[in-house]
C-alpha cells in the first residue's frame, strides 16, 4: 500500500503499533525523556523563589522579539 493521504500514514503506523509493541515502547521513552527535559528547563528557567520575577523577564524578551 502507498500512502496517498496523511490518514493513510496514521493507519500504517497504528497498523505497526499493532504488530510490534516495541515501537509503542520507543515512543513512549522518547515522550518521557522530552518531557523531563521540559521540567528541568522550566524549572532552572523559572526557579520557585523567583517564578514570577523570572517568568515576567522571560515574557518581556519575548515580546520584544516578536
Do not use: C, G
Not at 9 to 15: L, V
Amino acid at each position: 500500500m502507498v500512502p496517498k493521504t496523511e490518514i493513510d500514514y496514521i493507519k500504517i503506523y497504528a497498523e505497526k503499533l499493532k504488530s510490534d509493541s516495541s515501537i509503542f515502547d520507543s515512543q513512549k521513552r522518547f515522550i518521557e525523556s522530552q518531557l523531563k527535559a521540559s521540567i528541568s528547563l522550566f524549572r532552572n528557567a523559572f526557579p520557585k523563589n523567583k517564578f514570577k520575577e523570572k517568568a515576567r523577564e522571560y515574557l518581556k524578551a519575548r515580546m520584544l522579539v516578536n
